[in-house]
């Protein structure tokens, strides 16, 4: 069992920079492969990034590469997404989840509650 819960959300100017922080409990932290996902009003729920269990490898959305990056301390049990060069269509609710190496969502069995970024122009 992974229990997640993000902080870091807020409101930013485009150009700007956020870091999104996801802390989870439970030992099998270590195990499981962590992503990012977002979800815009009236849209599906889409993959940003993820990162292996040890933190070696990591994929990201065409859409945010270059500008975010995705890391984790093990020893905290935390994830992170830092996000630079922020735009208007950033804004969504970000969710953390446990699982599997995917870029879909239905391969993920645990989830944070959300915390929502908004870009302003």
């Known amino acids: 069992q992974v229990q997640l819960v993000e902080s870091g959300g807020g409101l930013v100017q485009a150009g700007g920079s956020l870091r999104l922080s996801c802390a989870a409990s439970g030992r099998a932290f270590s195990w499981v492969v962590m992503s990012w996902f977002r979800q815009a009003p009236g849209k599906e729920r889409d993959f940003v990034a993820l990162i292996s269990r040890i933190g070696i490898s990591t994929n990201y959305a065409d859409s945010v590469r270059g500008r975010f990056t995705i890391s984790r301390d093990n020893a905290k049990n935390t994830v992170y997404l830092q996000m630079n060069s922020l735009k208007p269509e950033d804004t969504a609710v970000y969710y953390c989840?446990?699982?599997?190496?995917?870029?879909?969502?239905?391969?993920?069995?645990?989830w944070g509650q959300g915390t929502q970024v908004t870009v302003s122009s």
């Open positions: 989840a446990a699982g599997r190496w995917s870029t879909e969502s239905h391969d993920y069995n645990y």
